[in-house]
């Protein structure tokens, strides 16, 4: 049912790495790496069941997923997290250091299956081989900038709408968006039907979103962009036109 090929990848620029998603339920993963100390920060982890698939994607890039040092998370939901548990298994020995926001944090700390499973789905965590349970996590809050090895600094935003957690990761003097499920590419957005979604708030955000400079957007789903203004914009433009009445 879950793909363990190889994740194919590409440099979008220097030492920033794209890995895309695979088959059911997983999703964009995106690499960074010092290139001093080799050392390895990945923005989410997918559904688990790719990992493997991940590891042989880096190895590509002479990227050693050993040197994993941090992970962010852009939300809870199984697609981005559910990669932490094997993961963690795979690094017992030096595990990385892991961060994400508010109620994503929370979650995640207390190991809780129905948030990170939203919705009726009709998955559990059995299908993709992983058993959820609490873990050490930083949250990152303040809201503030996060200096990521040397050549990379982002900026910290609350992006509700698709989840409580949301966040979006903004990289000004690159131009570089990591959104998560908020926004995508040729117009689309994010669900916002799950528990704690919000039509309002994720209105909200895409059109914060849309007053950044950005050029490269790098999404948890589909493909990604160095136009990323003009597509953000495209589903601001689109979402305005939709109304929740329930």
Known sequence: MFSQEKKEGLEVVKNLYAFGEGQMLDCNIYVIVDHDSKEVAIFDVGNGMTLK??????KSFGLDYTNITKVFLTHEHVDHVLGLYPLMKNLKDNPPEIFAYGETANILKKGDEAQIFPGNLGISPRMFGVEIIPQKITDILPLNEIKIFSDFNFQLIYTPGH????????ESSKKILIPGDVVFCNGSFGRYDFPGGSLKELQNSIKFLSELDVNYLLPGHMGITDKGNQHIESSYRIIQTIRDFY
């Open 53 to 58: 698939g991940l590891f042989e994607g880096m």
């Open 163 to 170: 989840s409580l957690g949301s966040v979006s990761y903004y």
